[in-house]
């Protein structure tokens, strides 16, 4: 079952539920797809890997708003922007927890030979082909730069 199908029967679910906090995210994602598949060069499909990409982005987005949200004292929108991810998030794989993602990517330190901050670039090219879809960008950066400044705990 596609990504596509899968919103499709949670989005009817919810409909008769009148869950608005599910219809929300899973709006949001619905229409994400629609203009991926509609988008120049797509062909009307969109692949999976593209999907995990699809839906980390919508997270990512949700997630900056939420920031905003909090620094004003939105919490009424803020809480919102928090229900959309909880919706988004079920439909990712399972994100690693941070020890687990200071072992790997330790061991693509290690692998890579990187040594220095200047060879954060490889690592994170490695990384993220590695963790695609497993963890945040951002995480994996931090950890990364942490790891090769030599200030890991």
């Known amino acids: 079952m596609s990504l596509e199908e899968k919103v499709m029967a949670d989005l009817k679910t919810a409909m008769l539920a009148k869950d608005e906090k599910a219809l929300r995210g899973?709006?949001?994602?619905k229409s994400a797809i629609i203009n991926a598949k509609t988008a120049e060069g797509a062909?009307?499909?969109i692949k999976e890997e593209d999907e995990t990409k699809l839906l980390q982005k919508l997270v990512k987005q949700r997630k900056d708003s939420l920031e905003i949200f909090e620094k004003q004292n939105?919490?009424?929108?803020?809480?919102?922007?928090?229900?959309?991810?909880?919706?988004?998030?079920k439909f990712l794989p399972k994100q690693l927890d941070e020890s687990e993602l200071r072992s790997i990517i330790s061991q693509i330190v290690n692998d890579s030979g990187a040594s220095t901050p200047a060879d954060m670039g490889k690592v994170m090219g490695l990384?993220?082909?590695q963790?695609?879809?497993?963890?945040?960008?951002?995480?994996?950066a931090g950890i990364v730069k942490e790891i090769l400044s030599g200030t890991a705990g």
């Open 74 to 89: 939105r919490k009424d929108l803020a809480s919102k922007e928090r229900e959309e991810i909880e919706v988004i998030e």
């Open 26 to 29: 899973l709006r949001a994602i």
């Open 43 to 45: 062909g009307g499909k």
């Open 127 to 129: 990384a993220n082909k």
């Open 131 to 140: 963790l695609a879809g497993k963890a945040d960008g951002k995480t994996i």
